[in-house]
């Protein structure tokens, strides 16, 4: 016969497991209905190990220069997920923008295969012409927003320009009744130097500013989230263009914790390329905008001193780390 020492023994084994599993789905809920959580993140090269025909993935494999093997790809995946989940102490982030990630088959994975799996996420992203194959996608808790439709917006080059990424384009509900438009962007980058690639991330932001006011002549106070990585300052060219399309940026001023002041470093000195941005009513609900930048996510930079973020690879050097920009994070009541 069982002793009630003993059975009072397993009634608290129990409790105890059952206090565990209660605390581990809270954090895998969305943030409170008073409460949205973006996040933005530029994943460094989320490539899985297989050879997608007609792109130049051939780096990303695993017999090539950086032996792209598939336990280097789910630790990737992995602490990109860590990576995301960290971002928010009160349940997940509500809407994530994501720039660099390869293909369907990689966003499955972190959606449904990776520490992030019982999130809940799906997501949704673009089919570009890029060369590398390279995309953005938007990952999206449906308990926070319910699309209603999405697509692509191509990117027409101009001279000397090569296909770039689409932009996503994603309109949904946040509420009954309340119905936010959501643009995900990577820009071209500044190979071949800022003023002979400047044009290139100009074609960008005029598709961007055409699809603004398309949507303003239909819904003249829309609201508009737009999010990602355009390798430009907040004072250049093309987030000044887009800023005048009564575009305010969320993040301009964003800051993180160990002295980080921006989410790329490049020659030991912060730049501030990914942007959180949106419509004047919007911005009036930012209650907080920062650079995510726990200590795992650094690493010590011996050549010009301070942080640098983690980056998976170190020129050729693999460090099994994540990647080598910082999340931004924007709250909105």
Same mark, same amino acid.
């Given at each position: ?47 899985? %190990? ?46 994530? #923008? ?22 809940? %996420? ?17 990952? %999206? ?9 999405? %697509? ?17 384009? &994603? ?33 960008? &932001? ?15 106070? #829309?609201?508009?989230?737009? #999010? ?106």
């Amino acid at each position: 016969m069982m002793s009630d020492k003993y059975r009072m023994k397993k009634v608290g084994r129990w409790l105890r497991f059952l206090l565990l599993l209660i605390t581990y789905h809270s954090s895998l809920i969305p943030s409170t209905a008073q409460q949205l959580t973006v996040v933005e993140l530029n994943c460094e090269n989320l490539f899985d %190990y297989r050879h997608d025909e007609g792109k130049d993935d051939t780096e990303y494999l695993p017999e090539t220069t950086r032996h792209w093997t598939k336990k280097r790809y789910w630790r990737k995946l992995n602490n990109i997920a860590q990576e995301l989940l960290s971002t928010s102490d009160d349940g997940i982030p509500d809407l994530i #923008a994501l720039c660099e990630v390869e293909n369907d088959s990689v966003l499955n994975d972190l959606t449904h295969r990776s520490l992030l799996r019982n999130a809940g %996420y799906e997501y949704l992203m673009t089919n570009s012409p890029d060369v590398r194959g390279v995309d953005v996608a938007l990952l %999206y808790s449906p308990f926070s927003f319910a699309p209603l439709r999405s %697509y692509s917006l191509r990117v027409t080059p101009v001279e000397g320009m090569r296909p770039t990424r689409d932009i996503l384009y &994603a309109c949904g509900l946040i509420n009954p009744g309340d119905t936010l438009h959501i643009f995900v962007v990577h820009a071209p980058s500044r190979y071949g130097g800022e003023r002979y690639s400047q044009p290139f991330r100009q074609a960008v &932001a005029d598709r961007l500013c055409l699809s603004l006011d398309s949507i303003r002549a239909v819904t003249s106070d #829309a609201q508009i989230l737009i #999010a990602g990585d355009f390798n430009d300052g907040p004072d250049d060219p093309m987030l000044q263009q887009i800023c005048r399309q009564r575009i305010r940026n969320f993040t301009r001023d964003a800051r993180g914790a160990n002295g980080v002041k921006g989410t790329y470093r490049y020659k030991g000195e912060w730049e501030r390329i990914d942007h959180i941005l949106g419509s004047p009513n919007i911005y009036n609900k930012v209650d907080t905008a920062y650079i995510h930048a726990p200590k795992f996510l650094l690493e010590e930079e011996k050549l010009y001193g301070g942080f640098r973020p983690r980056r998976t690879y170190n020129g050729m050097r693999y460090q099994a780390a994540y990647s080598d920009h910082l999340p931004l994070v924007v709250r909105l009541r």
